[in-house]
């Protein structure tokens, strides 16, 4: 059997680049609301801000950033951790899978106020 | 097989002392042909320099009182090895050299005059070990007494809690030195093992260090950090954390956040004290007795 090999009609083809395109684009636009960026900022012996919330299911990426020694950040109910050295910006990306309140503290450590040095992430649903 | 303190009491039936073998099975070690035993002691924790009524109110007087029960041992130990955090951290550089030098000149009323030392984080964490360097020595090395090969690791002066690629070196070189049969005592401050990681009860490239030792048939560490009792085997390889000497801390994930343990009036000292080890000649063992800061048994 010969296979058909007919040309696509130039409307079709429009059609297809126009909801290929509103596609790409509905994409770019989740891939921005993914990137919700939260900047913290470490010193001793806080983070600022200290409560974080996010939702579950939306991505997200927190960016550290020292202002004075090497910290750390460890939140365990979420399985995310990262060193933050001064001079530099650590990042974390992570999808919150389930709802609650989480602690994280700094896991390097820093000096008198270390083991006080906490803060808590708040995912809603 | 992992051994908790209550299989060990099960094991010495009752009474302190507690035997504690350094093999996975039936096996000899090198390197006692001189055929002496000998008593070593661990003192750790000690946190000279802490200051919280409600935690220690003779913060100042804990560490003199174990000195002296120290003192009254008999036999006396062939040395002492504190197991670091000798001091109570401080942000203060000069306040630091300072605990670091009261710390020295009390331990220096020990009638044993060899006495070895470590840092803690709380000593060395902040500058990287520059003033226990100056002031107590080197933060890694090892030793060979009466046939026993003695290493000790620093893991406290990367203030994430590494021994480091430099430091793994080392130690790879001296172990190759070593005789796989040979009777070796590994000391550090944190564990080598995750025994709580949020907790901060690791070392990171811990294993690294593990892997290395595995190798040799006859390795036991002992180690200080969590303030308390605890007995691990990691394959072959046994692991006895000791009391500290100024506060207790909570048994690993018994309460939300890890907190010292308030002082009970009840029973003052409660939870602090050192532990003698017993190296006995001719066996892979050792007999820990678990002493109090006034040298009452455990």
Same mark, same amino acid.
């Given at each position: 059997?010969?296979?058909?090999?007919?040309?696509?009609?130039?409307?079709?083809?429009?059609?297809?680049?126009?909801?290929?395109g509103a596609s790409l684009m509905?994409?770019?636009?989740?891939?921005?609301?993914?990137?919700?960026?939260?900047?913290?900022?470490?010193?001793?012996?806080?983070?600022?801000?200290?409560?974080?919330?996010?939702?579950?299911?939306?991505p997200v990426v927190l960016e550290?950033?020292?202002?004075?020694?090497?910290?750390?950040?460890?939140?365990?109910?979420?399985?995310?951790?990262?060193?933050?050295?001064?001079?530099?910006?650590?990042?974390?990306?992570?999808?919150?899978?389930?709802?609650?309140?989480?602690?994280?503290?700094?896991?390097?450590?820093?000096?008198?106020?270390?083991?006080?040095?906490?803060?808590?992430?708040?995912?809603?649903? | 097989?992992?051994?908790?303190?209550?299989?060990?009491?099960?094991l010495a039936g009752y009474g302190?002392?507690?035997?504690?073998?350094?093999?996975?099975?039936?096996?000899?070690?090198? $390197? =006692? /042909?001189?055929? !002496?035993? @000998?008593?070593?002691?661990?003192? +750790?924790?000690? %946190?000279? #320099?802490?200051?919280?009524?409600?935690?220690?109110?003779?913060?100042?007087?804990?560490?003199?009182?174990?000195?002296?029960?120290?003192?009254?041992?008999?036999?006396?130990?062939?040395?002492?090895?504190?197991?670091?955090?000798?001091?109570?951290?401080?942000?203060?550089?000069?306040?630091?050299?300072?605990?670091?030098?009261?710390?020295?000149?009390?331990?220096?009323?020990?009638?044993?005059?060899?006495?070895?030392?470590?840092?803690?984080?709380?000593?060395?964490?902040?500058?990287? $070990? =520059? /003033?226990?360097? !100056?002031? @107590?020595?080197?933060?890694?090395? +090892?030793?060979? %007494?009466? #046939?026993?090969?003695?290493?000790?690791?620093?893991?406290?002066?990367?203030?994430?809690?590494?021994?480091?690629?430099?430091?793994?070196?080392?130690?790879?070189?001296?172990?190759?030195?070593?005789?796989?049969?040979?009777?070796?005592?590994?000391?550090?401050?944190?564990?080598?093992?995750?025994?709580?990681?949020?907790?901060?009860?690791?070392?990171?490239?811990?294993?690294?260090?593990?892997?290395?030792?595995?190798?040799?048939?006859?390795?036991?560490?002992?180690?200080?950090?969590?303030?308390?009792?605890?007995?691990?085997?990691?394959?072959?390889?046994?692991?006895?954390?000791?009391?500290?000497?100024?506060?207790?801390?909570?048994?690993?994930?018994?309460?939300?956040?890890?907190?010292?343990?308030?002082?009970?009036?009840?029973?003052?000292?409660?939870?602090?004290?050192?532990?003698?080890?017993?190296?006995?000649?001719?066996?892979?063992?050792?007999?820990?007795?678990?002493?109090?800061?006034?040298?009452?048994?455990?």
């Amino acid at each position: 059997m010969k296979a058909r090999t007919g040309k696509m009609p130039a409307v079709a083809l429009a059609v297809l680049i126009f909801f290929l395109g509103a596609s790409l684009m509905e994409v770019c636009a989740i891939a921005d609301d993914a990137g919700q960026v939260i900047k913290i900022t470490a010193k001793r012996y806080e983070y600022n801000p200290d409560t974080i919330t996010v939702k579950k299911g939306v991505p997200v990426v927190l960016e550290f950033t020292s202002l004075d020694r090497l910290h750390g950040f460890n939140c365990p109910g979420l399985g995310i951790r990262t060193d933050i050295a001064p001079g530099k910006v650590a990042t974390l990306r992570f999808v919150p899978q389930k709802a609650g309140t989480f602690p994280f503290h700094c896991d390097n450590f820093c000096g008198s106020g270390h083991e006080g040095m906490t803060g808590t992430i708040i995912v809603t649903e | 097989m992992k051994i908790n303190r209550r299989d060990f009491l099960k094991l010495a039936g009752y009474g302190s002392a507690i035997f504690v073998s350094g093999l996975a099975g039936p096996g000899r070690w090198a $390197g =006692a /042909a001189d055929g !002496d035993g @000998f008593l070593f002691v661990q003192m +750790s924790d000690t %946190h000279w #320099g802490f200051s919280n009524p409600a935690v220690n109110p003779d913060s100042t007087g804990t560490l003199r009182k174990a000195i002296a029960a120290v003192n009254d041992l008999n036999p006396q130990p062939d040395f002492i090895m504190f197991t670091g955090d000798l001091t109570h951290t401080t942000d203060d550089e000069k306040e630091r050299r300072k605990r670091m030098t009261e710390f020295r000149d009390i331990a220096g009323g020990l009638k044993v005059k060899k006495l070895n030392y470590m840092p803690g984080e709380h000593d060395a964490s902040l500058d990287e $070990g =520059a /003033a226990f360097k !100056d002031i @107590f020595g080197l933060t890694h090395y +090892s030793f060979d %007494h009466k #046939g026993v090969h003695f290493i000790v690791l620093d893991n406290v002066s990367d203030p994430t809690g590494s021994i480091g690629d430099e430091q793994l070196q080392w130690l790879a070189a001296d172990l190759k030195k070593q005789d796989k049969e040979v009777r070796i005592v590994v000391f550090t401050h944190r564990p080598l093992f995750d025994l709580a990681p949020d907790w901060d009860w690791h070392t990171r490239d811990g294993a690294k260090a593990l892997d290395l030792l595995m190798p040799y048939a006859h390795v036991t560490v002992f180690y200080g950090h969590i303030h308390q009792e605890n007995h691990r085997t990691t394959g072959h390889i046994a692991h006895h954390s000791a009391r500290g000497l100024m506060y207790p801390l909570p048994a690993p994930y018994s309460v939300p956040k890890k907190m010292p343990v308030p002082w009970d009036p009840a029973q003052p000292y409660k939870g602090l004290g050192f532990r003698s080890v017993d190296a006995k000649a001719r066996k892979a063992a050792y007999d820990l007795t678990e002493y109090g800061v006034k040298g009452e048994k455990r």
